[in-house]
Nanobody, 124 residues
Framework: QVQLVESGGGLVQPGGSLRLSCEAS????????IGWFRQAPGKEREGVSC????????LHAGSVKGRFRIAIDEAGTMVYLDMNNLQPEDTGIYYC?????????????????WGQGTQVTVSS
């Protein structure tokens, strides 16, 4: 079955950096996107960044553009989210998700499979 396993979360001070990793397995598709979403306490889940396997193009939410980068490895099974200049408002549970097909979007409803999430806390 499809599995998405996140790692790399933790506690970091404002201005610091973290790298999140997502390992995807158990699926077969020529085209797919892998995205990162986050949910802060009391808030709705929001799309952060995504990458499509066809061309590796990155898509970022406005709140993280210029600070976050997303990349997919050549095998198409590992996705990395590099987060720089982290701020307290970046705190939340970060989820990795898989959308099969040509979708390249930050709309959560377009994603078919989800990981369990990893906690990111930005605090001094």
């Amino acid at each position: 079955q499809v599995q998405l396993v996140e790692s790399g979360g933790g506690l970091v001070q404002p201005g610091g950096s973290l790298r999140l990793s997502c390992e995807a397995s158990g699926f077969t598709s020529d085209y797919y996107a892998i995205g990162w979403f986050r949910q802060a306490p009391g808030k709705e889940r929001e799309g952060v960044s995504c990458v499509h396997n066809e061309d590796g193009n990155e898509l970022h939410a406005g709140s993280v553009k210029g600070r976050f980068r997303i990349a997919i490895d050549e095998a198409g099974t590992m996705v990395y989210l590099d987060m720089n200049n982290l701020q307290p408002e970046d705190t939340g549970i970060y989820y990795c998700a898989l959308a099969l097909g040509f979708y390249h979007t930050l709309e959560a409803t377009e994603y078919d499979y989800w990981g369990q999430g990893t906690q990111v806390t930005v605090s001094s």
